[in-house]
Structure formats: C-alpha cells, structure tokens
C-alpha cells in the first residue's frame, strides 16, 4: 500500500517540484547577479558568483536613496492596512450581520468595481488630486490605496464573518451593547485570522503598486521603494548588478514578512471560503 502511494504521488511530487523551481529559479538568478561585479556579470549572467561582492548592496542602498524609499513604503502600507481593515471591517459586518437593503446590489457593486480596470480613474482621480491638494502627497497616495482595495477586502471579511457563529452577539445585543462595540469587542477578537489576511494581502499589494504611486508621488523623497527603484533603474540602466542588489532589498522584507505569516494567511483564506475559488 506504501509503495502503490509513493507511485501514484510520484508525478504530483514532479510537477510540484518543477513548479517549484520555475518559481524560485528567477529569485536565485537575481540573488547571484546581486553579488557579482559589473564585469563578472557581462561574463557570466546565469552561474553562481565567484565571490560575495556585498559592496553593491552598500553602493545601491545608497545611490538608490532606499531608506527614504523603505520610511515611505512603511508609512503607506501601515495607513493603507489600517484603514482598509476599518472601512472594510465595517461594511463586511454591516453586509453579514445586519438587515441592510439591496445586499445582493452592494456586493455585485463590489465585484464589479473591484473588477473594472484601475487605468480608467487614472486621469480623472489625477486633476480632483491636483485640485484637493492631495497630489504628491503620501496620505493622498494612502486614500487612493483604500479605495483601491477596500472592495476586495469588504468581500473576503463577509465570507470570514458569514461563517461564524453568532450566539456571543446575541448576548451581548441582549446585555445592550451597540452594535459597534459587538464588532469591536466580540467580532473583531474571533475574527482576527481574517483580519491578519486582509492586513497582508493589502500590505503586499500597497508594498507592490507601481502606477498610482509613480503618477501621484514626484518629489523622490516621498517615493515609496517601487517608484525610487524605477528611479534608480533610469540612472543605472547599464548596471545589473547594482539593480539587482536594489531589487533584492525591496523583495526581502515582503518575503520575510509572508514566510513568518503564511501559516496565518493560509489559515485566514480557507476560514473565510475563499480558498476553492
């Protein structure tokens, strides 16, 4: 029976194996071109380095001006994930637990909103910025983020909420208490797994951006790390090595972040019945 379930997992074990490698094959290449010289590079672009050059990393850090890059990026995630997990927090347990009108309307409105393409707000969301004096502003940059993910949000956090269970709430609508201190008080605690993957998953996704954040960030020391990386790209087009190492210190902060966290985010996403789709 052992060995009959070895033969029939073996091509699983195969295919995940290339998956695996198709997947970290591009990190490793990026990781050995981070510690090679210049010329080393134009020499050998896809073998190991001959040596650990971890002058590139010192050298990007500083021409690629990514401490202000990293400071920015941290403001924006954390008031991107804060507010998204207000706002969705709020209509996710406005939309599973109370009797609002036109439920099945709000959710196709999120589903379709969440779909439409981001480039269509683009020039329009650009002049009202100008106008409110939001543009080239972090907390500008920040409420275009909520808007932008709050959508998504609001529908995995109503999944996560349907599946609770609501005897707690009850006692505690009987003993009095208002609705927003049963979401903070009783709901929130029990759905801190869900939470904990909107907080990621947003974080993740404001971490990433690219368009909106090179649209309305121009002064280069508000840029988050995505647009001062594609800054520093324009002046060290020739120079892979030091872009790699640039890129390197952009990925590895997200990439330990999920790998601490992705027992919980795994965990947040089968809870809120989101993980077969």
Request: with cysteine; net charge neutral; proline share 5%.
């Amino acid at each position: 029976m052992s060995q009959r379930t070895t033969r029939t997992g073996l091509p699983g074990y195969v295919i995940l194996g290339l998956l695996a490698l198709f997947a970290l094959g591009p990190l490793v290449l990026f990781a050995f071109n981070s510690l090679k010289t210049r010329d080393e590079l134009a020499v050998n672009s896809f073998g190991p380095p001959s040596g650990l050059h971890w002058a590139n990393f010192a050298e990007a850090w500083q021409e690629a001006n990514m401490a202000a890059g990293l400071r920015n990026s941290v403001i924006v995630v954390l008031g991107t994930v804060v507010g998204v997990c207000v706002i969705a927090g709020l209509a996710a347990y406005a939309l599973a637990r109370m009797d609002l009108p036109h439920t099945g309307g709000i959710m196709l409105w999120l589903v379709v909103g969440g779909a439409l393409p981001t480039q269509m707000f683009l020039v329009p969301l650009f002049f009202l910025w100008a106008k409110l004096n939001l543009y080239d502003s972090l907390f500008g940059l920040i409420v275009v983020y909520w808007a932008l993910f709050a959508p998504f949000a609001t529908l995995l956090l109503r999944s996560f909420l349907v599946g609770l269970p609501r005897e707690y709430e009850e006692a505690a609508r009987i003993d009095g208490a208002s609705e927003l201190r049963i979401l903070t008080r009783v709901v929130a605690p029990v759905a801190a797994p869900g939470f904990l993957t909107v907080a990621l998953v947003t974080g993740l996704s404001a971490y990433n951006e690219f368009l909106f954040a090179v649209t309305f960030i121009q002064d280069s020391d508000k840029m988050p790390v995505s647009t001062a990386l594609f800054s520093f790209q324009q002046g060290f087009t020739q120079d892979y090595a030091l872009l790699s190492a640039a890129g390197l210190i952009m990925l590895l902060p997200m990439v330990l972040l999920f790998l601490f966290l992705q027992r919980r985010f795994i965990d947040g996403i089968a809870a809120s019945g989101l993980g077969g789709t």
